[in-house]
C-alpha cells in the first residue's frame, strides 16, 4: 500500500472512480424523513448539513451549520440489507416442465458494490455476518467478494451510541478498503483518506488530494477521540456472559416483558441479527411451487415453535432469549459480542426500551440479591 494518506476537499472525484469501476454507490443519503442508505450517483447527494437527534423510540433530523456529510447516527436501514438480504428466492420449480418439475436457482445478478459511510460499529457487524454466513464459494461469499468497504471514522456519536463500550468504535480499524475522517472547521470541510487495502490504495492514488500532514491527521485523531469521550450510553462492567447466566430469574424480565410489544423491529433493525425462516408457496393454479428464505426474529411467537407449541411463549421469555444471545451466549458461539453498540435497537424500538438500561437494571438486581445471601 504505496500511497499514503491524502486530504480530499471533495467526495466527488471518489464516486467517479468508484462507479467508474463499476461499482454501484450505496451510501447514506436523506430519505423519507431519515437519514438511510441508497444507491447515489453522485456525492451531492450525500445527506451534507444534516443531524438527527435520537432517544430511546425517537429519531429526527436537524440541520447543522457545519454542512457535515456524516455527522448523523447509524441508519436505520443498516448495511445488513445488501449483505444479507431481507428476501431472497432460493428456488423455483414449474409443473409443466418436461420431465417433471426441476427446482432451479435463480440468476444471481453481478454486481459490484461499494458502500460508502460505513462507521466503526457497522464494520465489526459485518466482520460479525463474515464470520456466520461465510461458506466457501456460496452466495453471502459470493457477494461479498464483490464488495468495496469505504468507511468513516466517526466523529458524532449520536446520544443512543455505545461502540465505545463494545469496543467496536469509535475509530475505523480493520474490515474496509478506504477510511475517511470528516474535518469541519475553519477551512470548510475535508476528508483525510487512507487507504486499508491494495485496492483501496489504488483507489486513492487515482484521487485529486493533497498528502495529508501531521496536523490534519492530529485533527482527525482528535476529534475521533472526542467522539469517544461524548459517548453517552455504556454497558455494566465485567463478564456480561456471567451477569445474564445469573439473571436467569431475574424480577427485570417481567418488568421488560409488560413493556415489549414483541415487534421485532430490533432484530430488524440490528446489523447482527442474522436469522431466518424458509417459506413454500404456490401460484393461484399451483403450477409455480418457490421457495424463498426471508429474515425472522426471535421475537415472533412462531420462532420458538417445536411439536405442540412455542418454546418461548410470553414476551419475558423472548426479550430474554434476545439479550442473553445478544450479550451472552454469542460469546460461547463466536467469541465475541453480537453487539456492536450502535443503538440502533434503542432509537427503533417503538416501546423505547433501551438494552443498556435494561443490562445496567439486571447488574442492580443480580448484585443486590448476591449482596443479600451473603449478609444472610
Ligand atoms: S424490545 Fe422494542 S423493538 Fe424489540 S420486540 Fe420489544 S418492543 Fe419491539
Ligand atoms: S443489539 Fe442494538 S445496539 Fe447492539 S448491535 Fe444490535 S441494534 Fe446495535
Known amino acids: 500500500m504505496g500511497t499514503g494518506p491524502l486530504l480530499l476537499t471533495t467526495l466527488e472525484p471518489l464516486v467517479v472512480a468508484l462507479r467508474e469501476d463499476g461499482y454501484r454507490v450505496v451510501g447514506p443519503t436523506v430519505r423519507d424523513g431519515t437519514v438511510g442508505l441508497d444507491e447515489l450517483e453522485s456525492a451531492d447527494e450525500l445527506p451534507y448539513g444534516w443531524g438527527v437527534d435520537v432517544e430511546p423510540g425517537g429519531y429526527r433530523l436537524r440541520r ?20 444479507h438480504p431481507p428476501r431472497r428466492p432460493l428456488w423455483t420449480a414449474r409443473r409443466d416442465e418436461p420431465g417433471g418439475p426441476v427446482a432451479r436457482e435463480p440468476e444471481e445478478e453481478a454486481s459490484r458494490l461499494a458502500l460508502l459511510g460505513v462507521r466503526a460499529c457497522d464494520l465489526r457487524a459485518i466482520a460479525v455476518l463474515d464470520r456466520v454466513l461465510t461458506v466457501p464459494g456460496g452466495r453471502y461469499a459470493r ?69 495529508a500532514g501531521e496536523a490534519a491527521r492530529t485533527e482527525a485523531r482528535a476529534a475521533v477521540t472526542a467522539a469517544a469521550g461524548r459517548m453517552g450510553r455504556g454497558l455494566p462492567e465485567g463478564d456480561l456472559r456471567d451477569l445474564l447466566v ?26 447482527t441479527c442474522f436469522c431466518t425462516s424458509v417459506e413454500d408457496s404456490t401460484d393461484l393454479t399451483g403450477g409455480t411451487a418457490r421457495r ?66 435494561e443490562m445496567h437494571a439486571l447488574a442492580e438486581e443480580v448484585h443486590a440479591l448476591a449482596a443479600e445471601e451473603v449478609a444472610s
Not at 447543522?64 to 449483505?83: C, I, Q, T, V
Not at 468513516?152 to 478498503?177: H, I, L, M, Y
Not at 478506504?178 to 486513492?204: H, I, N, V
Not at 415487534?263 to 433493525?269: L, P
Open 292 to 357: 424463498e428464505e426471508r429474515w425472522d426474529s426471535c421475537f415472533d411467537v412462531d420462532f420458538s415453535y417445536l411439536h405442540g407449541g412455542p418454546a418461548r411463549a410470553s414476551a419475558p421469555s423472548r426479550y430474554r432469549q434476545w439479550l442473553s444471545h445478544k450479550l451472552g451466549t454469542w460469546h460461547d458461539q463466536f467469541g465475541e459480542s453480537g453487539c456492536v453498540g450502535c443503538g440502533r435497537c434503542i432509537v427503533w424500538c417503538p416501546a423505547g426500551i433501551d438494552i443498556t438500561e
Open 246 to 271: 445469573g439473571a436467569r430469574t431475574a424480577a427485570r424480565w417481567d418488568d421488560v416483558g409488560r413493556r415489549c410489544l414483541t415487534c421485532g423491529n430490533c432484530t430488524m433493525v440490528c446489523p
Open 143 to 211: 457477494r461479498r467478494e464483490q464488495i468495496f468497504v469505504v468507511a468513516v471514522n466517526c466523529t458524532e456519536p449520536a446520544a443512543t451510541c455505545f461502540c465505545a463500550a463494545t469496543g467496536s468504535g469509535p475509530a475505523a480499524r480493520a474490515g474496509f478498503d478506504l477510511a475517511l475522517t470528516e474535518l469541519t472547521g475553519p477551512d470548510g470541510l475535508r476528508y483525510l483518506a487512507e487507504a486499508g487495502s491494495e485496492r483501496g490504495a489504488g483507489l486513492l492514488a487515482r484521487l485529486p488530494g493533497t498528502p
Open 64 to 83: 447543522r451549520a457545519d454542512g457535515a456529510a456524516f455527522a448523523h447516527a447509524a441508519s436505520p436501514r443498516s448495511w445488513k440489507s445488501y449483505l
